[in-house]
């Protein structure tokens, strides 16, 4: 069994930046096949950023330069850096392993 468990969403102006953590728990061989995703009000869930290639991280056109995934296989933590934020991007994101998800971890961008 894994569990997958996000942290550190909230409230940020325009312009701010937040780190979004995962926790990666459980029967774990290894930490492949991780990603971020998340999901706008009323909105499909969307992918933000995955590792390809051996650990290659790519991203959403939406995000790109302005957020970074990486990760610390050593903790079996997965990170999604912010920066730059804008309210397009409140959304509820959620952190996969595999097949697996976490519950989510709501970001909302306002002034």
């Known amino acids: 069994q894994v569990q997958v468990a996000e942290s550190g969403g909230g409230l940020v102006q325009p312009g701010g930046s937040l780190r979004l953590s995962c926790e990666v728990s459980?029967?774990?061989?290894?930490?492949?096949?991780l990603g971020w995703y998340r999901q706008a009000p009323g909105n499909q869930r969307d992918w933000v950023a995955t590792?390809?290639?051996?650990?290659?991280?790519i991203y959403a056109d939406s995000v790109k330069g302005r957020f970074t995934i990486y990760r610390d296989s050593a903790k079996n933590m997965v990170y999604l850096q912010m920066t730059g934020l804008r309210p397009e991007d409140t959304a509820v994101y959620y952190c996969?392993?595999?097949?697996?998800w976490g519950q989510g971890t709501q970001v909302i961008v306002s002034s």
């Open positions: 996969t392993f595999g097949t697996y």
């Open positions: 459980g029967r774990i061989e290894s930490m492949y096949a």
């Open positions: 590792f390809i290639d051996g650990g290659r991280p």
